[in-house]
């Protein structure tokens, strides 16, 4: 998916001589690597059913409007930030956005990787898990911000 929205942005830019694009694209090989590799060793299962295409109980809206969230991510977003970095250069944000952008983009990574870690029913699509003993988690960052007291 990365490769293919790289690809996708260096096309519609026009060049790959662009430093920003590459940084976040290391960025995110680590933050993927990592985010596997720690779903592997912690959560084995939830890896497992966050890679099957079809979840039994899953809404049709839900799996609607994960798919359309998916295509505008995969797709126009890299194609619109490729025109805009590369051809038309319609913003102009300072470095220091970017530094704030990347600090931002790792807490917030960090926060859904320790939640996946510790809820085996982190899944695409909302459904109640009947079939993998579906409970309330309050352990994790739902301990503090979703289960106060």
């Known amino acids: 998916m990365l ?3 790289m690809t996708i942005l260096f096309i519609t830019a026009g060049q790959v001589a662009l430093l920003r694009p590459w940084m976040l694209f290391i960025v995110s090989i680590v ?3 990592v985010s596997t590799v720690a779903l592997y060793k912690f959560n084995p299962e939830l890896l497992v059913q966050r890679l099957k295409r079809k979840r039994e109980g899953s809404k049709l809206w839900d799996e609607i409007l994960i798919r359309a969230c998916n295509l505008t991510v995969l ?3 890299p194609a619109v930030a490729g025109l805009d970095i590369g ?3 319609w913003s102009s944000l300072d470095i220091h956005f970017a530094i704030i952008g990347f600090i931002l983009l790792t807490v ?3 926060l859904i990787d320790w939640a996946m870690v ?3 029913h982190f899944e695409p699509t909302v459904r109640i898990q009947k079939d993998r003993a579906h409970r309330v988690i309050a352990s994790g960052p739902y301990k503090t911000i979703r289960h106060l007291g």
């Open 31 to 33: 933050h993927f690597s």
């Open 3 to 5: 490769t293919v929205q």
């Open 87 to 89: 051809r038309f250069h």
């Open 108 to 110: 917030s990574t960090v």
């Open 75 to 77: 797709l126009f977003v």
């Open 118 to 120: 510790v809820n085996q």
